[in-house]
């Protein structure tokens, strides 16, 4: 616990204007973001005695170990550098919604040739036009079967949309009359855009105008005596009139507006937003939060409407903002909505009649949620507690563990060796920061050996970083970090490679824990209170041993053994057995049984990556069209390592000189042994589809047995 006074900037040296502060911790992560009119007055109030401070303030004060500012020009300017930097560093002190990339909305792709209509979740995409967003999906698309009856927009995906085309023959959906078939040129581009915009149009809440004119060309039909026309608009009014009644009307025509309720206690706040357009309520959305700092009203609101508004712009920002508390000031933030909507913004709290009334409703709503979440998550957050204090009493350790890390070591047969690092955090997983490793360092199988290599490889980083920072100044050389082989990123990359790919399905993200400039948490650099390694005493041991060669003796190891599920201490000939109904052995098998999954997922990704490798893949500027070019001309690689020179140029795109490069690396290539089908027997050569692999990376038998037999050689 650091003595603010120990860091408190001296007299005269923070400045009397608008800026924005950071507070860091002795690791230099950034662990609270403010801003302010008056920098010097703002941050007077942090280094007062720390009796007269808030609790949460206090904490905070007291966790940082520095304070930095940057000086902007005007309030609006140190409001959108605040939005930023907490988008960017992630603040632990900070109040941070919960993202609602999980909302869906119905979005209408207008940045399409044929503009589609579907529902659509995560970042918004430019030119896009959504609408909501809406509680259930199921709800978008029982309001998009409705109106496809009047505005017969495509809906279908690009690779229906594409055989359509080829065939000649529209979908289902073009047969029945609820598209109007441009994938077959029922439709011109131009009519069909057209379309599209008058089913934005309707969503966007201009209804009356479109009702109208549909009533009057009822009315001509029948009068024209065209009555199988009239019934058709009669039964499309009709449709869109159900559509509307999905969304009353609450506030009068044409009113767009967005309104914020806030419902707090103590301990947490629960925002709802009701999204306004046409007088009728489009979407809903609603978020919980910690409330990490001493807050008001009017500051919750502040942080709502930047999470809400931070990357929209045009109509996407309403033009009346009604809220329960203004912001201190107020006119900073109405002049940074106003930017971002492109004209006038109203940002107000509703005093009387139907605005009231609504606003009313949503607090409701907000209430609700926060008595809803708290249900949820009291036992939750018991159990947790409850669980990390059994480990800190069952271990010996001075506090609970709340940062735990969790590594395991996978293979098939000694082959394709790496490890896996997984984070929790207060008991929950932090998958931003987990990390892959390639065991290097020898070959073969030895779990104890692999799991000193990553272990020693993890803290010299850890060691380097600190050093980095000064926080350590007799570590050893930053480049040492790399003696045991290059880290892995969670995507199996090299940590300089600075790219990260999904996983198996999930996507892996940088996290606050990959960023490693200034001010960002660097990789490695957070430690844990507690190591667990997937195995008993000899990996125990190793982990051990690997943190005191660097001379780490302040981070408790442990490991738990799968058979029994016994926990091992170094030293210690014999286990620490917890209760089989223990909530602290039920957190820990959690964490092992995740390390697991995320290093076994990231072996079976190596070996089929392995699999499926070709000679032709180690040919300098021979890309993947190439190469997909020279085997359908020769038909396998086993032809292709035949042909001459000559032969090789006659493949469209294929140079003498690229035809030169191919020859000589098939020609260093080792074939691969014949595969065996060990269902019938049978040797398949090259043409029957076996693997073929270069000599750097030698190709695995194919394995007899059952899929399921395999699995248990895998570890």
């Not at 969503?203 to 105008?209: E, Q």
């Not at 020279?630 to 795109?653: M, N, W, Y």
Request: charge should be negative.
């Amino acid at each position: 616990m650091a003595d603010p006074s120990s860091y408190r900037p001296r007299p005269g040296e923070i400045p009397d204007s608008p800026g924005v502060y950071r507070f860091r911790d002795e690791h230099r992560r950034v662990i609270y973001v403010g801003k302010a009119k008056s920098l010097r007055q703002r941050l007077a109030n942090y280094f007062q005695d720390l009796a007269n401070l808030h609790p949460r303030t206090r904490t905070m004060v007291t966790t940082a170990a520095s304070v930095e500012w940057t000086v902007v020009s005007t309030e609006v300017e140190a409001l959108q550098l605040e939005y930023s930097w907490i988008k960017e560093y992630d603040p632990r002190f900070n109040v941070k919604y919960r993202d609602d990339k999980s909302y869906p909305y119905l979005a209408v792709t207008m940045n399409e040739q044929f503009p589609r209509v579907q529902v659509m979740r995560g970042h918004k995409k430019k030119g896009v036009r959504y609408f909501g967003p809406y509680g259930h999906a199921w709800a978008i698309r029982d309001t998009v079967d409705l109106l496809l009856r009047v505005f017969p927009v495509r809906t279908c995906s690009a690779g229906v949309f594409k055989n359509a085309a080829r065939t000649g023959r529209p979908c289902l959906l073009g047969y029945i009359g609820k598209c109007s078939a441009p994938c077959v040129e029922r439709i011109s581009p131009e009519d069909h855009r057209e379309l599209a915009e008058e089913f934005c149009d309707f969503m966007a809440g201009r209804t009356g105008t479109y009702l109208r004119r549909l009533e009057r060309q009822m009315a001509d039909a029948a009068e024209d005596m065209e009555y199988e026309r009239a019934a058709r608009l009669r039964d499309d009014i009709g449709a869109l009139k159900k559509a509307m009644e999905k969304s009353a009307v609450v506030l009068a025509d044409a009113t767009d507006a967005d309104l914020i309720a806030v419902a707090e206690d103590e301990l947490e706040a629960a925002v709802q937003i009701f999204h306004v357009r046409g007088g009728r309520v489009r979407g809903q959305r609603g978020w919980v939060t910690d409330k990490v700092e001493e807050i008001t009203t009017g500051a919750l609101v502040e942080h709502a409407l930047q999470q809400l508004y931070g990357e929209e712009t045009g109509d996407a920002v309403p033009k009346e903002v009604l809220v329960p508390a203004l912001p201190d000031p107020v006119e900073p933030v109405q002049q940074w909505l106003a930017e971002r909507r492109g004209s006038g913004v109203s940002l107000r709290i509703p005093q009387r009649g139907d605005k009231k009334a609504l606003m009313e409703t949503v607090q409701r709503n907000a209430q609700q949620a926060l008595v809803l979440h708290k249900t949820k998550r009291a036992s939750d957050l018991t159990t947790r507690s409850r669980a990390l204090e059994e480990i800190a009493e069952a271990l010996d350790l001075d506090s609970a563990p709340l940062r735990i890390e969790c590594y395991d070591i996978s293979h098939l047969q000694g082959d394709d060796v790496v490890a896996s690092m997984v984070v929790f955090e207060d008991g929950l997983a932090r998958k931003s920061e987990y990390r892959r490793f390639q065991i290097k360092g020898f070959a073969g199988q030895d779990d104890v050996r692999s799991m000193h290599e990553v272990i020693t490889r993890r803290f010299r980083r850890y060691l380097a970083e600190k050093e980095k920072t000064g926080e350590w100044a007799d570590g050893p050389d930053a480049d040492a970090a790399e003696a045991g082989g290059a880290e892995r990123r969670a995507d199996g990359r090299s940590l300089t490679d600075g790219q990260a790919v999904p996983d198996d399905g999930e996507t892996l993200v940088d996290g606050p824990a990959l960023k490693d400039d200034d001010g960002r948490p660097k990789r490695f650099a957070y430690p844990p209170q507690l190591v667990v390694v997937d195995g008993g005493q000899p990996q125990v041991a190793a982990a051990q041993r690997a943190l005191d060669e660097l001379g780490i003796d302040d981070i408790a190891v442990c490991g738990l053994a799968k058979r029994l599920e016994e926990v091992w201490l170094p030293g210690d000939d014999d286990p620490v057995v917890l209760p089989r109904t223990s909530e602290g052995l039920y957190l820990l098998q959690r964490v092992r049984d995740e390390a697991h999954r995320f290093a076994i997922t990231y072996q079976r990704a190596k070996r089929a990556k392995r699999f499926r490798s070709s000679p032709l893949d180690d040919v300098p500027g021979l890309g993947e069209t190439r190469k997909q070019a020279l085997i359908k001309h020769f038909g396998s690689v086993k032809k292709l390592r035949s042909a001459t020179i000559d032969q090789i140029c006659e493949v469209p795109g294929i140079g003498r000189k690229t035809a030169e490069t191919v020859a000589v690396a098939l020609a260093r290539a080792t074939p691969a042994a014949p595969a065996v089908n060990t269902a019938t027997g049978e040797i398949m050569d090259d043409e029957d589809g076996a693997p073929e692999t270069t000599a750097d990376a030698p190709g695995e038998p194919v394995s007899a047995g059952t899929p399921d037999e395999r699995r248990g050689q895998e570890r």
